[in-house]
């Protein structure tokens, strides 16, 4: 799956989905952003089942402000809505490939309960 630009309009319904989306927040530029950019793409293509979004920080300064982004790049995963990782640096592709597997694995119910209690 080709990776989907998300803009203040369209994050919040992305990422309140059910399922499994990635956004990359990032700046044209950003020296690690673009060393991370193939790999993000290339790891979209293996996991078409995962929604992989990019989010222009310069374009969207109010956005990334809204998400407390302080350092790009940064990767956040959400699962039905709940954002369940959060991390700023350049992650290699095993890196993020290990993020997907601990985030399909993750039981939706168990979270619901933390979040609930937080």
């Known amino acids: 799956m080709a990776t989907v630009d998300l803009t203040k309009e369209t994050f919040e319904k ?11 927040f990032w700046a044209d530029w950003c020296g690690p952003c673009k060393r991370f ?13 995962v929604v ?24 956040m995963a959400f699962r039905d809505g709940i954002l369940v990782f959060a991390q700023p640096g350049v992650l290699p592709e095993s890196g993020l490939k290990a993020v997907i597997e601990k985030v399909k694995g993750l039981d939706m119910n168990e979270v619901r309960k933390q979040v609930e209690t937080q």
């Not at 990019?54 to 407390?68: I, M, N, P, Y």
């Open 14 to 24: 992305a990422i309140s989905e059910e399922g499994i989306v990635l956004v990359d």
């Open 37 to 49: 950019a193939p790999t993000y793409k290339k790891v979209s293509e293996e996991h078409t089942d």
């Open 52 to 75: 992989f979004g990019k989010v222009d920080t310069e374009a969207e300064q109010d956005l990334s402000r809204a998400a407390g982004i302080t350092s790009i790049p940064t990767v």
